[in-house]
């Protein structure tokens, strides 16, 4: 048996930028640990498995798997997903779709837009709202962490926290981009900070306010080695829980904010990441996570 698949770079409009994605479109008959073991030998951030079973109302329901561990819920592989069928359906440039996606965290419902030039941007809102995860290690052992200093640690009143949308990630505030650009992550000293504080499966999401872009409105790096990912170029799922670190630190008025993040220029994979952020009586309503992908590979599995 063969089963069909794609390649996307996803949170981009340019090839061989982003954060590449897999998509494989036949899953019937594959279980857990097949999925499992065919996302690392893709071996991408992540890998989306679109099932044969389709819960009423849904467009596609679909699983997540990093190399190392499924996920509930994940930005980049929701994007791209949702661009791969509303291309595979037929949208026309200059046309827009609405659907549904179906992830263990729950329904994603999802706008595609095609504009006449060709290019896809895929906008959904967030499944769960953010909300904090436990508390986070301190200014000194993420320093370690991440061979900073204990003074490139916060800015403009930004802690450290942890926050899940619902996948949990340790946001940590540094001071400059150059500091950004320093990190060299202590994997160990990383397993074992967490672990003591309940995270089986860390991930820091490290961001200043100085940007390579003048539109965006943080840099970002996200790392997360206990899943098998080192660095990643873009993680939706990260700015979706980063709604409740802005809300909290920059504390917008009522209303909905367009927050852009831009990640993955440490690895020469420039992405962009457009936030939404609609907050009513001081707090967040609603989350929505947009961007681009482009269709880079299709071919077979022979599994």
């Not at 837009?113 to 052992?141: I, K, N, S």
């Amino acid at each position: 048996m063969s089963r069909r698949f794609n390649t996307l770079d996803v949170f981009t409009h340019t090839p061989l930028a982003g954060n590449p994605l897999a998509v494989v479109h036949d899953a019937a008959g594959l279980d857990t640990a097949a999925m499992q073991t065919i996302a690392a030998e893709f071996n991408l951030s992540e890998t989306v498995f679109v099932l044969p079973e389709v819960a009423a109302g849904h467009r596609a329901d679909i699983r997540i798997f990093t190399p190392g561990a499924e996920l509930p819920f994940a930005g980049h592989p929701t994007v791209g997903t949702a661009i791969m069928l509303a291309l595979m359906d037929g949208l026309a440039p200059g046309s827009r779709t609405e659907f549904v996606l179906g992830e263990k965290a729950g329904p994603v419902p999802c706008r595609v837009v095609r504009h006449t030039d060709g290019r896809a941007e895929a906008t959904f809102t967030a499944p769960r709202l953010p909300a904090e995860t436990g508390p986070a290690p301190d200014a000194a052992q993420l320093a370690g962490i991440l061979g900073l200093e204990v003074r490139d640690i916060g800015f403009d009143g930004h802690r450290p926290g942890r926050w899940g949308a619902p996948v949990s990630f340790c946001h940590v505030p540094v001071r400059t981009r150059a500091a950004l650009d320093r990190i060299r992550v202590d994997t160990r000293w990383f397993a074992e900070t967490f672990a003591a504080i309940g995270e089986d499966h860390p991930a820091i999401f490290a961001y200043s306010r100085e940007t390579v872009d003048p539109a965006a409105a943080f840099h970002a790096r996200m790392f997360a080695p206990g899943l098998g990912i080192a660095e990643d170029p873009a993680t939706g799922s990260a700015a979706a829980a980063f709604a409740g670190t802005f809300a909290r630190f920059d504390r917008p008025p009522d209303g909905t904010h367009a927050v852009s993040i831009e990640q993955g220029f440490a690895m020469g994979r420039p992405s962009r990441i457009d936030l939404g952020v609609t907050m009513a009586g001081g707090v967040v309503t609603a989350v929505t996570i947009g961007g681009g992908a482009v269709v880079m590979a299709e071919g077979r599995l022979a599994v």
